[in-house]
C-alpha cells in the first residue's frame, strides 16, 4: 500500500499550481476538478457531497490547503489502494503543474525527461513543504545520471556549486522546476548529446522510481514447449517480469519471488553455456545468459532481492535513502549538541569577563580611594606639619602599612590576571580536545562503516558456502540414488536372466517332446502308406480299380489314398514350409 506522504507530494506540486496568486488558499471549484481527478486516477468512488458538506460555512470565497487537507486525508488518502497505476498518478499531477512552472523551450531535454526527473525529486526530497532537494540528495543524483551516461564525476566543480547553492539559500537546496531547469540545462552533463541524456535519465528513473534493480536480454527454456527463446527480463524488488523486447509492449509473464523462491547456477549442457535457475513455489524457470559476467551478475542480483524479500525490507534505493536521512538527523542532533555546548562555553567564558571587570573596577575604585586619602594626608601633613612634627613618625610608618597593601593588592591582581590566562589556555585546549573528539567520532564512523561492509561481505561468503553444502548434499543424495538404481537394475537383469533360463530350459523340453511326437507319428504313417499300398496292390490286382468319368476342376488333381485330396497345392506348399520350419528347430 502507497504511503501518504508519496502521494501527498504530487498533490502539493498539483495544488500549487492552482494557487495562481501564491496566497495558500485555491478556489472550491478547482478543488472539486482536483479531487475528481484524484478519485479517477486512484480508483476511489467520488463523492461530491462530502467536499460541499466539509466546507459547507465556507460557500463564498477561496479555500485554504489547512481546510482541504482534513478532507483529502479522509475521503482520498484514507481510502486509496494498491490497485491504481502510480506512474499515471503522477502523470495527471504533472499535467496540472508542469505548464506553470517549467519553460521547457529554453531545456534540452523533452517533456517526458522532465517528468521523469520530477518524479525522482519527488523520491529524494524532503518530507517538509515546501518540498525541496537537498545538496547530499542532489549529489547523489547527478552520480548516478553521470554514470548511467558513462561520464566521470567532478567533485571540485560540484563543491563550488554547492557552496554557491549554500550563500544563495539557508537550506542549500531545490525546488523540483530548479533541479528539472539543472538537469535541462546540462550544467554538469556537457558535451553529452540529448539521447545519451535521455537514456541516463531513463536509467535512473527505472531504477529508483520503478525498482527496477537489473534489466536485460537472457535465454528462456520454454515451460511446454522445450525451446530457447530469447526475452527482456526485468528484475523488480519481488518480481521478475520478462517481455518479448526491450520496447515493454508485449508482456509475457511475471516470476513471484517470495521467501521460498531460489536461484542457483546449472552445468553447461544441451549445447547450452551460462546456465542458471530461479526455482519458485509453482514452477522453475531456466535462463541462459551471454557470458559468465552477465551470468553471475544476473545471480548476485536475484540472490540479493531473495535477501531482501526474506528480510522484509524495502528495496535498495529506499532503504539507502532512509539511511541517508537517518544520518543527515544524527549529524543535525550532533550539531545541535555542539551549538549547545559551545553557547554555554561562550555563557561561561562571558560570565568569566563580567566578573574581571567587576574586579578590576574594584580595584580602581580602591586605588582612587587610596590616592584621595594619601592627597588629603599630605595636604592634613603640609597644615600642620609643624603641630603635628612628633605625630610625624607615625604617619610615615602608616604611609609605609598602606604601600604594602598597595603592593599585595598589585600582587593579587597580577595573580589573578595569571589566573585569566590559564582560563584562556584551558578554553583553547577545550577547543583542541573538542576538535579531536569529533575527528575521533568520525574515524569511529568510518570504522562502523567498514565493519558493517565487511559484515555484510561475511553474510554473503556464509551463504555461497551454505549453498555449497547444499549443492554438495544434493549431489551425494543423487549418487546414492545413481547407486541404488543400478543395484536394483543389476537384481532385474539377474531375476530376468534366471527367467531366461528357466523359460530356455522348458523350450528344450517342449522341443525334445514334439522331436518323439514327430518321430512317432512318422513311424505311424510310414506303417499307414505301406499298409495303404498293400491294400491298392491287392485290389488291383484281384478286384481292380473302377472309377467312373466325372467332371472335375481344370487344374492338376492331387490324390491321396482316400481320393481326391481335401486342400490345394498351395495350401500343401505352406504346409511343407511349416513342417520344415518346425523340423530345423527341432534339429536346432
Known sequence: MWKSDELLKPIWHAFSALDVDKSGKVSKSQLKVLSYNLCT???????????????????????SNQGYMPYLKRFILEKARDNFDMQEFNKMCWTLSYKKNMNSRSLLISNEDAFKVWCIFNFLCEDAYPLAILAEEIEYLLRKLLEAMGSSWNQDRFAEYKL?????????????????????????SKGMNRHTVSMGITQVYQELILDVLKQGYVMKKGHKMKIWSERWFILRSNTLSYYLSEDLVDKRGDVVLDQNSSVESLPDREGKKCLFVVRCADRIFELCATDKKRKQEWIQALQTCLQQVRLGLLSPHREARLRRQELRQKHTVEEEELTERLRQLQATNENKQIELEVMRKKLEEAAAIAAVEEERRKQTQTDLQDRYMLDLAREKMEREQ???????????????????????????????????????????????????RLLAEEAGKRVELEQLHLQQQRAMCQVQAEKQELVEERQAQERALEAATLQLQTLEEERQGALE???EVTKKLTLAANKTKKWKTRVAEHEGLVRLIQPGHKGPQIMTNWGPASFTDAELELRKKSWQEKKNQGVH
Open 517 to 519: 511326437q514327430y518321430q
Open 164 to 188: 554557491q547553492l549554500s550563500l544563495q539559500r539557508n537550506n542549500g537546496g531545490l525546488s523540483a522546476w530548479e533541479l528539472i531547469n539543472l538537469v535541462g540545462m546540462a550544467h554538469f
Open 41 to 63: 486516477v486512484m480508483n476511489i468512488p467520488h463523492d461530491p457531497v462530502s467536499l460541499e458538506e466539509h466546507f459547507k460555512d465556507d460557500d463564498r470565497g477561496p479555500v
Open 402 to 452: 598602606m604601600e604594602q597593601q598597595v603592593a599585595q593588592k598589585t600582587s593579587e591582581l597580577d595573580q589573578y590576571l595569571q589566573r585569566v590566562g590559564e582560563l584562556e589556555d584551558m578554553y583553547k585546549r577545550l577547543q583542541g580536545a573538542l576538535d579531536q573528539q569529533r575527528t575521533a567520532k568520525e574515524e569511529e564512523e568510518a570504522m562502523r562503516g567498514r565493519q558493517a
